[in-house]
C-alpha cells in the first residue's frame, strides 16, 4: 500500500511546472498529504542586475505565494517555500530529505540528449539523487497521447473515390 503523508512540488515557474502543481495538488487531496510547493531561485548576490537582489527576492517570493489558493493551504495544509542557491537541484533533494517527503512532482522541459549533456537537467539530477520517488510532468500534459489521424471519407461522387 502507498502511503503519501508529505508532497513536494518543485517549481520554476514554467508551464511544464503548473502541469506538476495539479498533478501534486490532485495527488495530495487523494492521499490526504500535505503539499509543499518549493522554488529555488539562482543567487541574485554577487551576479550583475538590473534590479536590486532585495527587489528580485521579493518578487519571485510574492510569485510563489500566489501560486498557492487559499484552499490548498486550507485543506492541503500547502505551505511555499524560497530557497537560495547556485545549485537547485542538490537544493531541492536537501528540502526533501529534511522534510521527510514521500514524494517529490516537477515538471521537465524534455530537452534532447546533447542539450542535457550541455546544460544538464534538474529533473534529472534530482530523479537520480532524491531520497523518495520523483514524478517529472511535461507540458502539455497530454502529449504522449497522439490523436488518430483523419480518416479519409469516401466519396462515391468523386473521380478517385476520396475527398
Do not use: W
Amino acid at each position: 500500500m502507498i502511503v503519501l503523508k508529505q508532497i513536494l512540488v518543485a517549481t520554476d515557474f514554467s508551464e511544464a511546472s503548473a502541469a506538476a502543481l495539479n498533478y501534486g495538488r490532485a495527488l495530495a487531496r487523494t492521499f490526504g498529504a500535505s503539499l509543499h510547493l518549493l522554488h529555488v531561485m539562482e543567487n541574485p548576490f554577487l551576479r550583475p542586475h538590473a534590479a536590486d537582489p532585495h527587489t528580485l527576492t521579493d518578487a519571485a517570493l510574492a510569485h510563489l505565494l500566489s501560486r498557492l489558493t487559499d484552499e490548498d493551504r486550507r485543506t492541503l495544509h500547502a505551505t511555499a517555500t524560497l530557497e537560495t542557491s547556485d545549485h537547485p537541484a542538490d537544493e531541492i533533494v536537501t528540502y526533501a530529505r529534511k522534510r521527510h517527503i514521500d514524494l517529490i512532482v516537477m515538471g521537465t522541459h524534455g530537452r534532447g540528449t546533447m542539450a542535457q549533456i550541455l546544460v544538464g537537467s534538474v529533473a534529472e539530477r534530482v530523479v537520480r539523487t532524491a531520497p523518495c520517488p520523483v514524478l517529472t510532468v511535461r507540458h502539455p500534459e497530454h502529449e504522449f497521447v497522439v490523436p488518430d489521424p483523419p480518416a479519409a471519407t469516401v466519396n462515391r461522387s468523386t473521380p478517385g473515390g476520396l475527398s
